[in-house]
C-alpha cells in the first residue's frame, strides 16, 4: 500500500474517530464537524508523522525520477545525448549478374 494511501486514510479514521467522540457532546452539527477537523489535524501532526515522513519521501522520490527523466529527454533532442551508433554495414557490390 502507497504511503500517500496509507497516511490519507489515517487521517480520515483520525477524523472520524474524533468526530465520533464529539457526537455525545451536545452543540451544533456544524461546530462539532469544525471541531473534529481542528482536533485531528493537529492529532495528526503528532500520531501520523512516520507516514507523513513516508509519504514526503516518496514523492521526493518520485520527482527525481521526473527531474532525471525530463533532463534525459530534453538532452536527446538537443542532440547532446548521442550515444555512437555503429554504422550499417556496406554490402560489396555484386559481381556481375
Known amino acids: 500500500m502507497s504511503a500517500a494511501l496509507k497516511y490519507t486514510l489515517g487521517r480520515i479514521g483520525?477524523?472520524?474517530?474524533?468526530?465520533?467522540?464529539?457526537?455525545?457532546?451536545?452543540?451544533?452539527?456544524?461546530?462539532?464537524?469544525?471541531?473534529?477537523?481542528?482536533?485531528?489535524?493537529?492529532?495528526?501532526?503528532?500520531?501520523?508523522?512516520?507516514?507523513?515522513?513516508?509519504?514526503?519521501?516518496?514523492?521526493?522520490e518520485a520527482a527525481e525520477r521526473r527531474r532525471t527523466e525530463k533532463e534525459r529527454l530534453r538532452s536527446a533532442l538537443a542532440g547532446e545525448d548521442q550515444t555512437p551508433t555503429p554504422d550499417p554495414p556496406t554490402q560489396a557490390p555484386d559481381s556481375q549478374r
Do not use: P, Q
Request: no cysteine; hydrophobic share 70%.
Open 14 to 60: 483520525l477524523f472520524v474517530a474524533v468526530l465520533a467522540g464529539l457526537w455525545l457532546v451536545d452543540m451544533n452539527v456544524f461546530l462539532k464537524l469544525m471541531l473534529a477537523l481542528v482536533f485531528s489535524a493537529a492529532l495528526s501532526f503528532f500520531l501520523l508523522r512516520g507516514w507523513r515522513d513516508e509519504m514526503a519521501g516518496e514523492i521526493a
